[in-house]
């Protein structure tokens, strides 16, 4: 059975960090690009960040650059993210999501092309 499974999340103070960890059961995560999404209360899910098969191409939304870092350890079979200098306006549910590709060196946040997708893991970052 085909699984991903967020963790990590939790509440923070603003300023503060969090590490996301997106584990893979029952495939390989290295044959599939890797995207974070998130949504918040009425809001539309979006897109925050991905990360290619290879490693060498990252996307992140605007308001998360600088910011948020995503990387992928193929050996644990899991995708990070890595988010610091958290504001209110990150708090939302998170997801990562897998994208069966051949393409090595690319990435998108299209949600419809991903296939798999984790449970979800609450961030809320409030004082």
């Known amino acids: 059975q085909l699984q991903l499974v967020e963790s990590g999340g939790g509440l923070v103070q603003p300023g503060g960090s969090l590490r996301l960890s997106c584990a893979a059961s029952?495939?390989?995560?290295?044959?599939?690009?890797i995207g974070w999404f998130r949504q918040a209360p009425g809001k539309d899910r979006e897109g925050v960040s991905c990360i290619s098969r290879s490693a060498g191409s990252t996307y992140y939304r605007d308001s998360v650059k600088g910011r948020f870092t995503i990387a992928r350890d193929n050996a644990k079979n899991t995708v990070y993210l890595q988010m610091n200098n958290l504001t209110p306006e990150d708090t939302a549910v998170y997801y990562c999501a897998a994208r069966s590709t051949t393409i090595q060196n690319m990435c998108n946040v299209w949600a419809r092309a991903y296939a798999y997708w984790g449970q979800g893991t609450q961030v809320t970052v409030s004082s």
């Open positions: 029952g495939f390989t995560l290295r044959d599939y690009a």
